[in-house]
């Protein structure tokens, strides 16, 4: 079907001679700020809608959870990087609903319910967490893909260390300083590597009756080697960087059960071990917002396990070519769930949407251009393979630097994060330790054991 044959119109919305055509963008994501950003000069009225209004830049929310960064330097409120986009506004709110029949987008806050009609939509509402299909671990596991992850994650790493200087019992504290991150892809694996420099090097004199360097660090995942779908070469060099720096491997293990206090992994043959540990970072998974299953639902299209909706070679929903599901909510052959795969998905659906306006038929099927693949490991370490080209070490660190400070939005969020990684990796410093009490003890904690620091309320600040 032509672009061309779009209505121009939403059922319920009376647009006059020369109105613009409404654009509705959900999520403000990599996905969704591309598109938006795409549509500048359009003869279109862009409507984003988000829950939290910011554009989280998600690859670097560990470093948040590891205290090298702030929340600000990689999460940027949305109407400000949009400031100066004329046609585009930014609502808060979390979609609850998309009506396709009536095209209409369904959002709530806390004062009430939206309703946004559109013309034209791009759904870019992102992936979360998979537990597969072990939800309770989340409680005790935290992921990495929001900002109150990052914060929560970053109130138990340091809180953990807080509250080993003043256990008294080996046990306890030896507990309290093994720190498992379940998953083995890049998030793991720079995970890993930054709680291993935080023991073993920033914290180094901060306390008196602990020595940080002592505390454990595990990476466990069922695959057999770190980094899967990188070259081997690659997984190799990574894994030695990894243990040089104290990291156990745990390898072809995988995680049955997670409690408060510990975790369960089970070995290839079927042996089980119990890992005694406060703190569990889970890295492993993702699932699809929950809308791709309602808009499967509503329209037949199919969706795969992870959630995701399968696409139109265009991106489009099959039988709705006014509606685009973009990043990881699409499932395209071939496309990964990573950033630059965001990016040009939400491009292309905005140059969709012109072609549309302009009575142009539909362009030629998407087609994503591996950018390559990088991951840091560890201070002045990186893997990278951009094309045929395969390195690590320094200069693959060096690029990494370079590239994600180009990815970042806005000078001063490059400047002032450029500063942090200076601090944090030629010095020794993590500016950004300040934790809650609640975060420091953990919500299940306090909600299971009724407690509270009895001289300090849940909102007040403890640490440095």
Partial sequence: ???????????????????????????????????????????????????????????????????????????????????????????????????????????????????????????????????????????????????????????????????????????????????????????????????????????????????PAQAR?????????????????????????????????????????????????????????????????WAAGVAASPLGRSLGEQTGAEVDRAGRVVVEPNGSLPGHPEVFVVGDMASRKGVPGVAPAAMQSGRYAAEEILRHLRGEPTGAPFEYHDKGSLATVSRFQAVAKIGPVETSGFAAWLLWLGVHLVYLVGFKNRITTLLHWAVSFVGRGRSERTATWQQVVGRTVLRSRGAEHPTQRAGDVVGS
């Fill in 1 to 211: 079907m032509s672009a061309s044959s779009l209505p121009s119109r939403s059922p319920g919305t009376s647009h006059g001679p020369g109105k613009p055509h409404d654009v509705v963008v959900i999520g403000s994501g990599f996905g969704g700020l591309f598109a938006t950003k795409a549509l500048a000069d359009a003869p279109v009225r862009v409507t984003v809608v988000d829950g939290t209004a910011t554009h989280l830049f998600q690859p670097l929310l560990y470093q948040v959870a590891t205290g090298v960064l702030s929340v600000g330097e990689i999460a940027p409120a949305a109407r400000d990087v949009l400031r100066q986009q004329r046609n585009a506004r930014v609502l808060l709110g979390v979609v609850t609903e998309i009506d396709v029949a009536n095209r209409v987008v369904v959002s709530s806050s806390p004062l009430g319910e939206t309703r946004t009609s559109y013309d034209s939509l791009i759904v870019a509402a992102g992936a979360g967490q998979s537990y597969f299909g072990n939800d309770r671990f989340a409680d005790h596991a935290p992921g990495l893909k929001s900002i109150d992850d990052a914060l929560e994650l970053r109130g138990r790493i340091f809180g953990a260390f807080e509250l080993a200087e003043l256990a008294t019992d080996p046990a306890a504290r030896a507990r309290l300083t093994t720190f498992v991150v379940v998953g083995a892809g890049p998030t793991g694996v720079e995970m890993a590597g930054q709680l291993a420099e935080l023991a073993h090097r920033s914290l180094r004199g901060n306390f008196r009756r602990l020595d």
């Fill in 217 to 281: 660090i595990l990476l466990v995942d069922p695959v057999p080697k770190v980094l899967p779908g990188y070259p081997e070469r690659l997984q190799d060099a990574a894994a030695r960087t990894l243990e040089g720096l104290g990291v156990e491997l745990l390898m072809g293990h995988k995680v049955v059960d997670v409690d408060d206090d510990y975790v369960d992994v089970e070995d290839p043959d079927g042996n089980r071990t119990r890992i005694d540990a406060q703190t569990k970072v």
